[in-house]
DNA sequence: CCGTAAGCGAGACGGTACGTCAGGTCTTGGC
DNA sequence: GCCAAGACCTGACGTACCGTCTCGCTTACGG
């Protein structure tokens, strides 16, 4: 049994001592890297830039990350955390709402996140790391991993919730049923193919509901 | 009196004489700018390796395009065209099929989609400019007019089509309608949130053909 | 015979075209490197200093020299040949004075060399290039070769004549010969052993014409 | 009033406790530096590669040492040193020989000079000090002091034990006449600008004491 | 003989410069 | 006048060291 200790790692080149950290840099880069993907667009953040103006060295920040989006990434995350514990005492969004009406909550919390996604200090730094994605997989990985799934897991938790209350039936997949919520939003603010509106939301989730075909 | 042709441009620094372009160096860029998107990845791909790809002078590049992002633009699409002439004699894809059973033809023509979206040749450069059009509005405006538009628009006349023939209620949107067709496909091979499989697929036509909730 | 054409070159990688070379760019340099040397010093002369004074890119110095200390060589080279063509019309350091007194001569000789060593325009460079070669054996053989020894020839041309002339005996080796007013001047500019005037001077010819043994 | 102990530095920072210092550190440091000079050059030396190699804390290296010329300086009179306590049982070079022949005496030394100049462990570090100190007067101060002038002085001494024997000309001053044997042979080493042999110094010892002009 | 303050190995930090790569502009010579 | 070629200025890359600054630890001094 080949159970390894976790304090190892045998590394490339030696990992740095986390417990030497320096807190005051790692948030003065996630406030620069942040700041400069809304001010001069993903494409022409540099780590020089992000060092320059976080005052900090460049080693520094290749001492804890090994790109612009992976910077990018932890910041974001932090953000959401930050707002997390700013808004709700604990977890913020453990689950979505659930008043018994599927479509109701669907609705709310379609209309939130539109919100959100118009919101200049969302927008930029996540559309960034959705565009690095789309390129790049092992970013995409952790961008999956560590921001969509946890909200998709909550929409399939309410689907599945809605089928043993006999409102969504129970021989379909809540994982792709739950798609029709997300994906269409998510290419309209990716692509820009159509407006984002709660009116559109809206729409989606009583289309998704009954069915394009007539009863 | 320095006649102007209507067309003309009021361009900074003098239109270049489109007439003595040379094809012989358009289609040497196209090719080796599909082919190292797919070789290097787009992230690396860099002018001066296109230019030095095709042997051809950088100003040759900067001359008619004005960065990565368009050239591949351009030759993506000739590349659509020329696998359509290759392909149908005349117009290609003017339609969807329409065999009277939108289900069969939705699913029939998701399933070719996603072969083609599996495909090396197409996947490279069609994910590097949907990446860049997601950060870059330029391009996105160009990349969607161009490349997605022509695409949706087939389904959406496919479905008013169905509307017709009682297939699909007419009192929804079809714009809306046709996104629950492309945009799960779309995320999945953008984000890859899932895999892109025909049975997914085939599930998609009929959970938004039939809603999710019971009748 | 595997005599090699002169245009031939398989280079590393790639000669640049010297056709094509910004003699605006080049004189630009060699006057930075020149003052850089004399303010700051050689040891915090860098490449990134010297292009941002001379108002040049970084790569248009690694493209021609390989280290500062090839810049600084060649600008000195450079300096010299300025200030010969201003000084003379044509070859001005063409051979030592040869009035017919050996002595006198070699002291006007030392006397100018003192003055010269002192001039803060040559001291500065001439002993940066000198510190270099002490540790760098290929600097040491092209700063030799095209600064020092073409001076060192004169002084062997000049003791040959005197030997001609019986003033300086024929048995000896003018090469060595000639280092008894060469070098003790060497040293103590160099190394600091002593200070640097035409008394001294004047005494080192004295002595080392006439020995230091008794007559 | 602040009473000082005569030995008070009014140092910046509070000078080190020299009583706690480690012997061990400082001799490693030593051998690090002096390894590091002969096999990658001094250009290539660093503080971090000596505190490396040393296994060492760089600020060990800063308490104690301003630079890594002043560390080469001090390990090698401590190398010095160190031959001198192995070779002789106490003070090796106090004087130079003196057996009445002032010729022979000084051939002899400069060949054995010669053979210690050419030797690999003395030769890296004594050259990188000197090229250091062309360049650097506060080096170059010291090293003179410390380095250079105790031997010279021998030169001097033995000079004027020669002038007293009336074998060197009393009106000469002992300090120029002394020249004549070191420094054609420094520059030699120094510069390059010959090979440094037995018979090289041989000739040099007879031009110097019988002069270069016919008796 | 024990507590404490120094020296120590280690290495993170804010910086500067390295040598390289590419961007976009401009010039030269060939066709 | 377009083109291949490529020199040029610019600016960012990722790395190496600089000299300073903690961190625990070990060690020897002085109360």
Redesign the pocket.
């Known amino acids: 049994m080949a159970t390894k200790t976790p304090a190892e790692a045998p590394a490339s080149k030696?990992?740095?001592?986390a417990?030497?950290?320096?807190e005051?840099?790692?948030r003065?880069i996630y406030e620069a890297a942040l700041a400069l993907v809304t001010e001069v667009g993903y494409g022409?953040?540099?780590?020089?830039?992000i060092?320059?103006r976080?005052?900090?060295?460049?080693?520094?920040i290749?001492?804890?990350w090994s790109?612009?989006a992976e910077v990018l990434l932890e910041a974001f995350i932090d953000l959401g955390e930050q707002a997390a514990e700013a808004a709700g005492g604990g977890e913020a969004f453990a689950s979505l709402p659930d008043t018994g009406d599927v479509a109701a909550d669907l609705k709310g919390v379609l209309r939130a996140t539109v919100d959100e996604l118009l919101d200049r200090k969302y927008d930029a730094p996540y559309r960034a790391l959705a565009a690095e994605g789309v390129v790049n997989r092992e970013l995409s990985e952790k961008f999956v991993q560590q921001l969509l799934e946890p909200g998709l897991k909550l929409y399939v938790a309410r689907i599945e919730a809605a089928q043993a209350a006999g409102q969504i039936r129970e021989d379909l997949d809540p994982r792709i049923a739950m798609e029709f919520f997300v994906s269409p939003l998510a290419q309209r603010w990716l692509q820009g193919t159509g407006p984002l509106t709660h009116e559109y939301t809206d729409k989606i989730v009583d289309y998704a509901l009954h069915g394009l075909a007539p009863r």
Chains 1, 2, 3, 4 share one sequence.
């Open positions: 030696a990992a740095p001592d417990k030497r950290r320096s005051r840099s790692r003065a022409k953040v540099t780590i020089e830039g060092a320059a976080a005052g900090v060295g460049k080693q520094t290749y001492r804890w790109s612009k």
